[in-house]
């Protein structure tokens, strides 16, 4: 449905919106939780393996990147159920698609991570 706001009030209904997603998305979803509490362990550790704002920028950056793809992912997941809960071929090629994103977020943030701390301790 599109907002039938203009200006501020559509940017502030439009936070509001963002703001539910998030809080449904850490209520609902297990890994969505994990990866917030992933984000909350390691932001002090970028603090420290991170030499400059743009290191801690990066190693922060790629943990946000991971949980928004996972927010991508339970939302494909939802849109999908919302179809039907009955097993379907192009369905569960689409979660599976959804879900190797993430896979590659992982990759994506563990590499980062891995090069800083080679760094740090080579």
Same mark, same amino acid.
């Given at each position: 449905?599109?907002s039938?706001y203009?200006?501020?009030? *559509? =940017?502030l ?10 809080v449904? !998305?850490?209520r609902?979803?297990?890994?969505? *939780?994990?990866e917030? $509490?992933?984000?909350?362990? @390691?932001?002090? +550790? ?11 920028? =990066?190693? /922060?950056? +790629?943990l946000v990147f991971?949980? #928004?793809? &996972?927010? @991508?992912?339970?939302?494909l997941e !939802?849109a999908?159920d ?5 097993y379907n &071929? /192009?369905?569960g090629r %689409? ?5 190797? %994103?993430v896979?590659l977020?992982? +990759? =994506?943030?563990?590499g980062? $991570?891995g090069?800083f701390? @080679?760094? *740090?301790? #080579?």
């Amino acid at each position: 449905m599109k907002s039938p706001y203009k200006g501020i009030k *559509r =940017i502030l209904f439009a936070g509001k919106n963002s703001l539910n997603g998030l809080v449904s !998305t850490y209520r609902e979803e297990e890994a969505f *939780r994990q990866e917030v $509490w992933l984000f909350v362990a @390691l932001t002090p +550790v970028a603090f420290w393996l991170g030499k400059t704002a743009w290191d801690i920028a =990066i190693l /922060l950056g +790629v943990l946000v990147f991971v949980m #928004l793809v &996972e927010l @991508l992912n339970s939302a494909l997941e !939802t849109a999908v159920d919302r179809i039907g809960e009955e097993y379907n &071929e /192009l369905s569960g090629r %689409a979660k599976d698609q959804a879900s190797a %994103a993430v896979l590659l977020s992982f +990759v =994506i943030a563990i590499g980062v $991570w891995g090069g800083f701390l @080679l760094e *740090r301790f #080579l």
